[in-house]
Every structure is written in C-alpha cells, then in structure tokens.
C-alpha cells in the first residue's frame, strides 16, 4: 500500500480503520468498565495527578474516547461529573453511546477532529484522551485547541502514547513470539490461523492492513512536554509506565494472532490476562521510580493551562 502523505488522508485512514475496528475494540483490547477498568484508568491519572485527583472535575472533555474506556470509566468513579466525549470516527461514537446507555450514563458524544474541537473557549476543567496523540497529523494544532477549550487552570492529561525506545523494544518479544509460535500451536493443539482471515479485531483484510497507516508517532518524554509548552501549557510532566507488561502482552498476543482464535483455551486468555496485570504493579511498583521515562512503553503527559 502507498504510504500515506497528507493530513486529510491521515484522517480519512483514521476514521475508515477505526469505524471498522469499533464494534469488536473492547473484546479486542480486554477494555472493561468494572471495577478492574476503573482501577485501570484511575491509576494511571493518580500517577500524574497524584492527590489532586480526589476533589475530580466537572466538566471534561475527551479526544478521541473511542469505545469510551477512559470517560465513562471516570464517571462511574464519580473523578468527573459532566463528561463529553468526541471522536472522529462515527463508529466509535456510536459504540461508545451504546455503552454508556448500558452502563446507565449520561454523556455528550460527538464527531470531532481533534484539531478542530466544536467547543467554546474555555468551556471545560479537564481535556483528556487516552491512546490518541500518536494519530494526530497536526500536533500543534491540536494543543492549541486543548488550551483554548479548556478554562484557566484547567488541566490536560494524555496517557497511553507510545515512546520511541519503547516502541523500538517492543519488537524483541514480538520476534520471539513469532518465532516460538509453531511450538506453542502445537502444545496447545490450536491450528494456524489462515492466511486471508480477518485481522484480530475481526476486521477485513485490507482494513487490517490500515492498522499501521494509523500510527504515525512515536515521542520521546521531551518532544510531548514540547507540544505542550509550545501551546503555552505550565507545570508540564511526563512519566513512563509499562515495561515488563507491555512485554508480556506483545508476546502472547502475537502467539494468539498465529492461531485460529476460537482454538486459543480460555484457560490461556485468563493466564495472559491475569499475568498482565500481576506486571503491571512490577512495573508501577518496582521499575518505573528507578528507570528513565524514555525506556517504558507508554507515555503519559499532564499540565496546566496557565
Ligand atoms: C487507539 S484508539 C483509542 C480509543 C480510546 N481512547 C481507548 O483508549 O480505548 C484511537 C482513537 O482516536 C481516534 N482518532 C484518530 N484520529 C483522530 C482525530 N484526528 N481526531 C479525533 N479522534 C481521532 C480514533 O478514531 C480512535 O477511536
């Protein structure tokens, strides 16, 4: 496929990719709005945030909230009373309203390009998103519309951004589960996944192929504290988080992409999902005080509009 060049194709990729992978994103990602997603997403504003998490906010504003993992989640936690929730693509708006009917929330969603918010200025306390920036053609752009959307003082936070070194590890587990794959069908007596069969979201072939016309960053810590003092943001911080999780998941996932899904036991999901979240306090408790940001997987960023 021809790389994609312009900021409008960018987005038209964008939003054809993810309208497909809406309907199947929450299977597809474990993305839950129990109690083990809200302890998900509360944890990782509390790394940032830290105490100034617990009066919440009242009104926030959500780029690209996709399924609605981070806004509907901070809303069951009551961390935000009025939450809207945008993105550009229809169909994940669209998933999004129906979970939140489920769930029994009320929230405002709506399609919006992240560079250009449909919002008055100054009309939210918390601008946030979740796995968004690094789809973003025009990043200065967009920050400049956070901080005109959000009051004085008012605060962003983004999470689950890839880092550059993260992103180039990352690799390591994956080779190797390409590799160990033949061995690890053949324990679990799975067969191979086909050829043409759909991607693992259960999109088509050709939108799976789409998957890595979408991501089109990768940061280190000072380039995204740089998008926000550019835009005229204060108290700027970066951490890293997820290491040896990050890891772990890349490696079964890959193992699990090799096989025909309906083979893979459930007693191996609950392992790889359990697993992933025994690393996952590791990683908070043990590695992430002691390493450099740049190393981790995911990068968060916070600040403040002065
Ligand atoms: C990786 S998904 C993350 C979804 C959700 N935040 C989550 O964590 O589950 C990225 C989301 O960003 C949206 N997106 C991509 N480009 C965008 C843009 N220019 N403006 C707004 N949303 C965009 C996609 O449609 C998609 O829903």
Not at 284 to 290: C, D, G, I, R, T
Request: glycine share 8%; with cysteine; aromatic share 8%.
């Amino acid at each position: 496929m021809e790389a994609v060049r312009s900021a409008d194709e960018i987005r038209d990729v964008n939003t054809r990719y993810h309208d497909v992978a809406a309907s199947t994103y929450d299977s597809k990602w474990g993305i839950d709005f129990g109690e083990v997603g809200q302890a998900q997403v509360l944890g990782k504003l509390r790394k940032v945030l830290g105490s100034e998490l617990d009066p919440g906010f009242q009104r926030s504003l959500e780029i690209g909230a996709g399924t609605g993992y981070f806004s509907l989640n901070l809303l069951q936690s009551g961390v935000v009373k009025r939450a809207t929730c945008t993105d550009i693509s229809p169909g994940m708006v669209r998933t999004l309203a129906v979970n939140a009917e489920r769930l029994g929330l009320e929230v405002r969603a709506a399609r919006a390009d992240a560079e250009a918010l449909p919002f008055a200025d100054e009309s939210f306390d918390l601008v946030l998103g979740h796995a968004v920036l690094h789809h973003l053609p025009d990043l200065e752009r967009a920050f400049e519309e956070f901080a005109r959307v959000l009051r004085p003082g008012g605060r962003i936070i983004f999470a689950g951004e890839p880092s550059r070194t993260g992103d180039r590890l990352a690799w390591l587990p994956k080779r190797g589960a390409s590799a160990l794959a033949p061995l690890w069908r053949a324990a679990l007596r799975a067969r191979e996944a086909p050829p043409d069969r759909p991607g693992p979201a259960g999109e088509a072939a050709e939108d799976h192929g789409l998957e890595r016309l979408v991501d089109i960053h990768a940061f280190t810590p000072g380039e995204l504290a740089g998008f926000a003092k550019r835009a005229g943001f204060t108290d700027v911080k970066v951490r890293g988080e997820e290491l040896v999780a990050n890891w772990f998941g890349w490696f079964n996932r890959a193992l699990e992409a090799s096989a025909d899904p309906d083979q893979v036991p459930m007693l191996w999901r609950q392992y790889a999902f359990h697993g992933y979240l025994v690393l996952q306090r590791v990683d908070e408790q043990v590695l992430e005080p002691l390493l450099p940001p740049a190393l981790f997987y995911n990068l968060l960023l916070a600040a403040r509009r002065a």
